[in-house]
């Protein structure tokens, strides 16, 4: 066994968001046990993506040593011995996977960036005497229905991501074969796929985001409450795991219907006493990816950077696109016409999938979206702003407790809820339509959570 004394860990105190640190050296092949009779050293860090959380000073060859960031990373470090190169400054990125015994985040691996090539745990091993910078890049990510229409593409996008460093892909099936798929991309996240229920407290822990796509679509003529009975005890089942698993992940519910799933969830959580409402979220952004597409249509706007604000819930009447704020100005007509479109356009491609499902590529891309804004406000990234159903106090005086406006986005989840802005009459009255609606599907959901 190794003198611990022989590695010697320093971290540079930064500024930015205090995470405390704790640096244990420990020789190879010691047990946690010992670990922990180590004399461990604290420091505070910057929490952000790509800044440093400090140096390690290798002296000596041939230490393994394990990094304790805050409550949820280790680095696990190896140096072999026999290293001739000169000793040299490395900037070296660390990724994360979940360790699913202590639900903790492991750092297994990192990107020497001096000559670009990519560093996992053989060729951390081999990284000569020096001084090391050591960075935390990206967040794990879960998607959970993974495999299906939404999940894969999803999936794909997230893969493409760069501030997500670590990839858990969980579904009842089939998620070997997607995972393996993603794993081959040369981005530099690790993709690890689990299948089946026993594995999904695995799959989820030490998430920082959890993206749930899991359960059944649409046919043609279904409303998206007819979902209500099969998704309800999904979407149940998969709020305990996270309520044991993955307490302070956020979670972003996909799975329709959306007004009443994300209740069931918050529920879930809240009889776990886990649940924080800064941290769970209803995916409405493709009302709003609809929504610049359609005034685009009709408008000749550039879809990409034409914005309009949809508030309200994810169904039907309960889709209050605000198209008074959008500065465009539109005929009585127009605005009647884009309304339903916006509130049904989800019937259209169901119909156009003629009984095969309903959107999945666009819905990819919006909860794709929706997650990187996510990722990038969690990162320290400030002013991020989109529309999303949350725990509200906008309309709570009618009675609805969810309900979705523009969201700042910050370092723990939702940073300021922001008001409904001034409405037009006929905004108003969609408004007034949408109120029982969302009451009586909140009501749904938190029933059905809260049943014995
Ligand atoms: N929020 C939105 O804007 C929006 C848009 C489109 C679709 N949706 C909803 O998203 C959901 C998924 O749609 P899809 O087209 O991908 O369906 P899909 O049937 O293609 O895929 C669903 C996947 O969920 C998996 N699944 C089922 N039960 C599960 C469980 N207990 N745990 C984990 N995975 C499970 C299935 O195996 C399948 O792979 C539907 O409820 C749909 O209505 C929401």
């Not at 010992?34 to 000073?57: F, M, W």
């Not at 997230?158 to 997607?178: A, C, E, F, H, M």
């Not at 993955?246 to 776990?272: D, F, Q």
């Not at 990816?289 to 879809?303: E, Q």
Request: hydrophobic letters at 40%.
């Amino acid at each position: 066994m190794i003198a611990l004394s022989t590695l010697l860990l320093i971290l540079l105190p930064l500024t930015a968001c205090h995470v405390k640190v704790h640096l244990h050296a420990r020789a190879d092949n010691a047990t946690a046990s010992s670990a922990a009779s180590d004399q461990p050293k604290e420091s505070t860090a910057p929490c952000v993506r790509g800044n440093n959380i400090g140096s390690i000073y290798v002296t000596q060859p041939n230490i393994s040593s394990y990094v304790f960031v805050g409550n949820n990373a280790i680095v696990e470090w190896r140096y072999s011995p026999n290293v001739k190169n000169k000793p040299k400054t490395v900037d070296i990125i660390v990724y994360r996977e979940s360790n699913p015994t202590t639900s903790q985040t492991v750092i297994v691996g990192g990107l020497d960036v001096s000559n670009g090539a990519t560093a996992w745990r053989w060729h951390v091993n081999q990284l000569p005497a020096g001084v090391y910078k050591l960075h935390i890049l990206g967040k794990k990510v879960a998607v959970i229905g993974a495999a299906g229409g939404i999940g894969q593409p999803l999936s794909l996008l997230l893969k493409l991501n760069p501030n997500v460093s670590s990839l858990s892909l969980y579904d009842l099936v089939n998620t070997p074969g997607v995972a393996a798929d993603l794993s081959h991309i040369n981005t530099n996240s690790k993709v690890k796929g689990f299948k089946g229920a026993d594995s999904l407290g695995e799959a989820i822990a030490g998430a920082d985001v959890i993206v749930i796509p899991a359960g059944v679509p649409r046919k043609p003529g279904m409303t998206r409450d007819d979902l209500f009975n099969t998704n309800a005890n999904i979407v149940q089942s998969i709020g305990k795991a996270i309520a044991q698993n993955a307490p302070k992940a956020h979670v972003l519910i996909i799975s329709n219907p959306v007004n009443s799933t994300v209740p069931i969830i918050a529920e879930t959580l809240k009889k776990a006493g886990v649940f924080d409402p800064r941290r769970v979220f209803g995916v409405t952004t493709l009302d709003v990816v609809r929504a610049s597409t359609f005034v685009s249509d009709i408008k000749g706007t550039d879809a990409s950077k034409t914005k309009v604000t949809v508030v309200g819930g994810h169904s039907g009447v309960t889709i209050i696109p605000l198209l008074s704020q959008t500065g465009i100005n539109f005929t009585q007509e127009e605005i009647e016409k884009l309304t339903h479109r916006i509130q049904y356009g989800g019937d259209e491609v169901v119909k156009a999938k003629d009984g095969t499902g309903s959107a999945t590529l666009s819905m990819a891309q919006a909860g794709a979206r929706f997650t990187n804004s996510l990722l990038e406000a969690l990162e320290g990234k400030k002013g991020i702003v989109e529309p999303t159903y949350v725990y509200s106090p906008v309309a709570a005086k009618d009675g609805v407790a969810w309900f979705s406006t523009n969201v700042e986005l910050g370092v723990n989840g939702v940073e300021k809820i922001h008001p409904l802005g001034e409405l037009s009459e006929y905004e108003k009255k969609l408004y007034a339509e949408a109120v029982p609606e969302l009451q009586k599907n909140i009501k749904k959901g938190e029933e059905h959570a809260n049943k014995a």
